[in-house]
C-alpha cells in the first residue's frame, strides 16, 4: 500500500504570504487528491493532480489561489496563497488505491494570523 | 455540495456496547467507503463497499450499503476506548479527466463523532 510524506505538519502564517504544501508518495501513483478540512468540517476536494498536465479544480476552488505542482509520478505540491483567516484549516493530500480506498497525508494544519 | 448526510452528527457509548453510524447520499455511486480520523489527523480507510455489494465485514466492522434507499450504515461491534474518532463515509464515482485518465472521485459526508467511555 501507499505511504505518503507530507510536509509541513502545522504552521502558523502571516495574512498576505504563501504556504507550499508537499506530498511525497512512496510508489508512482497517476493522480493525486488535494482536500482542505476546515475547522469542525468535513473534506472538501479542492483539485485533482494529474502528472504533465494542468490540475482540475473544483467548483469553489481557483488555480490562482491554490496553485497546484505535479512534477512526477511521486511528488505534489499545493501552494495556498495570500493567505487570510479563512484559509486557517487542515489540508490532506491522498491517492487512490483501487479496491483498498484511498491513502491519506497526515494532513497540514495551517493556522493564518 | 457534500454528497453524504451522516447522523448521528456525535454519539457517546460505553466500551463494549456496540455504535452504528448511518450515512445517505443523493446521487448514484460507484462505491462508498468510511474512513476514520483521529484528533484532526490524516484519514484511515476503513472498508470500501460496492454499489452491487449489499454487505461487508472487516473484523468488528460491519457495513451495509442499500442503493434503492442510497443509505450505508457501519458498525462497530463491542466498541473499545482507541475506537475514539470521527468517522466519515465518503461516495466513490468513476469520472474520466480531460486526458482520458479515469480515476475515481470522493464526496465526503459531514462526519459523526464517536466517544467511546471506559
Known amino acids: 500500500s501507499a505511504v505518503i510524506s507530507q510536509k509541513p505538519s502545522r504552521d502558523i502564517c502571516q495574512r498576505g504570504t504563501s504556504l507550499t504544501i508537499q506530498c511525497q508518495v512512496d510508489s508512482q501513483v497517476t493522480m493525486m487528491f488535494w482536500y482542505r478540512q476546515q475547522p469542525g468540517q468535513s473534506l472538501t476536494l479542492i483539485a485533482t493532480a494529474n502528472q504533465g498536465s494542468e490540475a482540475t479544480y473544483e467548483s469553489g476552488f481557483v488555480i490562482d489561489k491554490f496553485p497546484i505542482s505535479r512534477p512526477n509520478l511521486t511528488f505534489s505540491t499545493l501552494t495556498v496563497s495570500n493567505m487570510s483567516p479563512e484559509d486557517s484549516s487542515i489540508y490532506l493530500c491522498?491517492?487512490?488505491?483501487?479496491?483498498?480506498?484511498?491513502?491519506f497525508g497526515s494532513g497540514t494544519r495551517l493556522t493564518v494570523v | 455540495s457534500q454528497q453524504g448526510e451522516e447522523d448521528p452528527q456525535a454519539l457517546s457509548i460505553q466500551e463494549g456496547e456496540n455504535a452504528t453510524m448511518n450515512c445517505s447520499y443523493k446521487?448514484?455511486?460507484?462505491?462508498l467507503q468510511w474512513y476514520r480520523q483521529n484528533s484532526g489527523r490524516g484519514l484511515v480507510h476503513l472498508i470500501l463497499?460496492?454499489?452491487?455489494?449489499r454487505e461487508k465485514h472487516s473484523g468488528r466492522l460491519r457495513v451495509t450499503l442499500d442503493t434503492s434507499k442510497k443509505s450505508s450504515s457501519l458498525l462497530i461491534t463491542a466498541s473499545r476506548a482507541a475506537d475514539t474518532a470521527s468517522y466519515f463515509c465518503a461516495t466513490g464515482v468513476a469520472l474520466r479527466n480531460a486526458g482520458g485518465t479515469s480515476y475515481g472521485k470522493l464526496t465526503f459526508g459531514q462526519g459523526t463523532i464517536l466517544t467511546v467511555h471506559p
Open positions: 446521487t448514484s455511486i460507484n462505491n
Open positions: 463497499i460496492r454499489s452491487n455489494e
Open positions: 491522498s491517492v487512490e488505491r483501487g479496491f483498498y480506498g484511498y491513502t
